[in-house]
Structures are given as C-alpha cells and as structure tokens.
C-alpha cells in the first residue's frame, strides 16, 4: 500500500495523497487560525455534529468540514500526520506539532467564546516554557497562521465597517504583531493566509443568485491582502532579507479553483455549482448540522458531497481544498527549500 501511494504521489506529480509519512523526522507543525485550519478544537459545535467528516474519517471529528481541511492537506505535503488539536495534547502525540485552530475566532476576540490568535500564541508559549516543546525542535518548525475572514464579520455586526480602513489597518498590524511573535519564539518558517475572496462565499454570494461572487465584497479581501502583502514584505525586510515569512493566496487560488470547476461544468463534469454549498441550514439562524428539539434537521444536505466545491455556507469541501491546495504549492514550496 505504502509503496503503491509513492508511485501516485510521483505520478500524480502537484495532486495530492495520503497516508506518506516521514516519521523518522518529522517537521513540526503549529497552526493558529480558525475554522479553516480547526481540526477539533471547538468541541461543542457542529463540527463534532453529523454530517461534518461524513467523506473523511466518515463521522463527525472536529472539522467544519464534509473531510480534511487546509491543516490536513499541509500536514500531508509536509508528509507528517495533521497536528494534534490543543484541546487533545498529551505528553506523547505532540510529535508532529500541536493545533491551535479554532473555529469562529480571530485575530482580535470575536462573538464565539474560543481563543483569538494572541490566546493561541500565548498557548504555544506555555508549552515552550514548559518544556513541553522542545525549543531545539522549532528550528525547522512551520508555521501556518489564518484568521480575519471571522473579524470582518464580526465588524460588520459591530458597525465598525462605518469605519472600515481603520479597522483593516489595525487588523493587519496585529497580524504583523502576532507573525513576528510566532518567529521570535523560534520558528524560523511562517506561512500566512491572503483572505479568500468573502464575496465568493454561499453566505454572500446569495445576492447574486450564487451564479457569481460578488465583486463590492470580494474588494474587501483584496484591500486586506495589498496591506497584509506589504507588511510581511516589510517583515522580511527587518529580519535581514530572508524570507521567513511567506503568503498562501487563498484568494486567487478560491477564484482560480472555482472558474476551473465552471469550465469544467461547462463541457462535461457533474461538478456541482461551486458556488452553491452542499451543506446548508434551513434559516441563517442554523447551521450545517443543527437539529431541532425532537432531532429533526434544520439543514439540507445535498447528494454527493465530493461534487461540492464549498461544503457549507463558509466553508470549502474537501474536494474543494483539493482544488485548492495545488495553487498554493508554489509558495509553500518556500517552506521547504530556502
Ligand atoms: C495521548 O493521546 C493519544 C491520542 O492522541 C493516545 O493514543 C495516547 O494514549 C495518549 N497518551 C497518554 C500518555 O495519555
Ligand atoms: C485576545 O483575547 C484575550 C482574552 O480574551 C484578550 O485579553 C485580548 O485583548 C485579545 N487580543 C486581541 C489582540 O484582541
Ligand atoms: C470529460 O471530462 C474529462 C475530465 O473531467 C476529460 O478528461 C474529457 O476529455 C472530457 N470529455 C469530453 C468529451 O469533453
Ligand atoms: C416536537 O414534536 C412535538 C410533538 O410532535 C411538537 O409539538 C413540537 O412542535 C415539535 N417541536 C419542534 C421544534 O418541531
């Protein structure tokens, strides 16, 4: 089986499989983020609630997801297991690094009682104090950080988008802030996500008849993402020109993923519209998995969810990430090489 995998993995060259892991050393891994990255850490949501993991493992574990997410995908391209979730960490399965990921947080405190990225760094620190992990071990350590689609949407319910440059500028210097920090407890490789493009979104994207994304929102991300690109660019300047620091571009690789799927429909795929979910409460009030008081779904599920491009409202498939993570490749290829 191993080496049959290995053959794939050759073969299919940037497409990616499972089950190839280097356990002899394995990088360590730590990832900070929210429902993105999560995979099991907000135990008392719908992420641990049929039909989430439905494709992968096949029940509900965690992950706001029909099967693996960006953590899984990275995990495998660094051929090491997905990172234990935080919730679940012992003495003995920290090997491949720890997951700090939390569905529905942000980089500043959001309406969800989880951890915003500061919290999740301070968790990281707690362990390197206590030896829990080993500061030796961070030097070929990576990093992934993802976080502020969540604090756009809480702004939103605050009114703060009366004020919206302001707030993207104090957002993405807290960014900065907590990117340097994640480096200068030792890791010398950190990735961060440019935003997806939100008007893309099922939760948006309903004003356009999810025929397509809505531009006036997709705006919104790539004013995030011109500020965030400059800031690592001037964070790479300080630490001597090399780059520590390094950007995934959620949004082109979200755009890009979905006008293949379109094309794709187009001539003869049985591709689902990409930008319907396949998982979606009947009132904006329920989410994927909630169930009334006698247990009835207040969501519909739709047939074949490895046809779905996003899974549920916010979030992608797994067929989805798929689609995805090959268009990331190029850049966290710089995780491994420089
Ligand atoms: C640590 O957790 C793993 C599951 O992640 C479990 O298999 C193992 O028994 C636990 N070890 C200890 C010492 O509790
Ligand atoms: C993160 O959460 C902590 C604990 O709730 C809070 O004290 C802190 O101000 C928050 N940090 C940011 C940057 O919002
Ligand atoms: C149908 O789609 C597959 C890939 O999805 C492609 O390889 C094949 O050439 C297509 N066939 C036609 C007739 O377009
Ligand atoms: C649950 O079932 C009872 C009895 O059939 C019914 O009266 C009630 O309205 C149901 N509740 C919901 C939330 O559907």
């Known amino acids: 089986m191993l080496v049959l995998l290995l053959i794939f993995r050759e073969t299919e060259g940037a497409k990616k499989t499972y089950g ?23 135990v008392h949501s719908e992420s641990y609630k049929v039909p989430n993991g439905i494709t992968y493992p096949g029940k509900p574990a ?4 029909d099967g693996r997410n960006l953590a899984d995908y990275l995990a495998s391209y660094l051929k090491i297991e997905t990172p234990t979730p935080y919730a679940f960490i012992n003495s003995t399965n920290m090997q491949c690094g720890v997951n700090f990921g ?20 301070d968790s ?12 030796q071990d961070l030097q070929s350590a990576i990093a992934l950080v993802n976080a502020g689609a969540n604090d756009y949407t809480n702004a939103l319910k605050d009114g703060k988008f009366l004020n919206l440059p302001s707030f993207r500028d104090s957002l993405v210097k807290q960014i900065a802030v907590n990117l ?8 010398n490789k950190v990735a961060v996500t440019l935003l997806q493009p939100v008007g893309c979104l099922p939760v948006l994207n309903l004003i356009a008849l999810r025929l397509e994304c809505v531009d006036l929102l997709n705006a919104v991300s790539r004013d995030h993402n011109k500020l965030l690109l400059q800031a690592v660019q001037d964070l790479n300047q300080e630490t001597g020109g090399q780059s520590v ?3 995934l571009d959620l949004y082109n690789s979200f755009l890009s993923a979905i006008e293949t799927i379109k094309k794709q429909r187009a001539e003869n795929s049985t591709w689902m519209n990409p930008l319907q979910p396949c998982c979606e409460g009947k009132t904006l009030a329920d989410s994927c998995g909630t169930v009334d008081d006698n247990g009835s779904k207040r969501y519909s599920l739709c047939d074949t969810p490895t046809l779905s491009f ?14 995805i993570f090959p268009l990331l490749q190029s850049s966290i290829g710089q995780l491994i090489t420089t």
Request: glycine share 10%.
């Open 124 to 135: 990281f620190q707690k362990l390197i104090e206590q030896n829990q992990i080993i500061k």
């Open 62 to 65: 965690g992950r706001f997801c």
């Open 180 to 187: 340097k920090r994640i480096h200068s407890l030792g890791i």
């Open 20 to 42: 190839v892991y280097d356990s002899s050393n394995p990088v360590k891994l730590f990832i900070f983020g929210d429902s993105y990255v999560d995979t099991g850490n907000f």
């Open 245 to 247: 620091f390094i950007t």
């Open 310 to 323: 996003f899974w549920d409202v916010v979030h992608p498939s797994q067929k989805g990430w798929s689609a």
């Open 102 to 121: 939390y569905g529905g947080t942000g980089v500043f405190s959001t309406s969800i009682d989880g951890p915003n990225t500061t919290s999740q760094i």
